[in-house]
């Protein structure tokens, strides 16, 4: 098996209130689960905060771990094997069905570039996909047009989109006015929401015009 290098950008983001979510009350430890969360941060996983709270944002976390550690990809609260097993984990690895270019996993939300130009080097991003009634939809596509500065949507007056990369239709990878904006939920009309210093980075890096973007995954309300 491949051993894949992982980069990953640190970014301080606000505190979020996401939707309740109906979860067992754990049996471990505040600190467990704050060792788990600093698993995640040696892993180069993006999570919240690190303060043994586990949040919406820690479950996006434990959601994509599962997926690059060959388990199937649920926001299912952490089991005490679980923290064990991420405590163990060294090394992650992009599955089969990932492409080269921006993987959207719709039920963790995140992102993860495959690198073209890298061998087998990837990266995390957080993302926030299109809420109920505005699901971003699956499959694969190409990135066909692009703008390198702000952007209105034509759809939602006063939408800004900050360096839209657009891949089907009126779908598009972007920052928006805020990057508080990229809830740990889906919450946008159908778009790709990311943080601003990830849009830079795959601008900056030569993700663009012709790059893939392969969406996936289902978001369980």
Known sequence: M?????????????????????LEKPTYTDNVRYEMERDFYR?????????????????????????????????AFPTKSDIQAIANTEYLFPTTEMKLGLNINLTCQTALWLREDIENTFKIFKISSGMRG????????????LID?????????????????????????????????????PASHGCVRMLHKDVDYL????????????????WRW
């Open 43 to 75: 892993l180069k996983i993006p999570t919240g905060k690190i303060d043994g709270v586990i949040d919406s944002a820690t479950m996006r976390a434990v959601c994509i771990w599962r997926e690059l550690s060959g388990r199937t990809p649920l926001r």
């Open 134 to 145: 505005f699901e971003t939809l699956p499959g694969t596509f190409t990135v066909g047009w």
């Open 203 to 218: 601008w900056e890096n030569d993700f663009g015009k012709g790059s893939v973007v392969n969406v996936y995954g289902k």
């Open 2 to 22: 491949r051993i894949v290098k992982i980069f990953f950008l640190v970014v301080a983001t606000s505190l979020i209130t996401a939707p309740a979510l109906a």
């Open 149 to 185: 500065d702000w952007y209105e949507s034509r759809s939602y007056p006063d939408g800004w989109m900050y360096r839209p990369q657009f891949f089907n239709m009126g779908q598009a990878l972007h920052g928006s006015s805020v990057d508080s904006a990229v809830h740990s939920y």
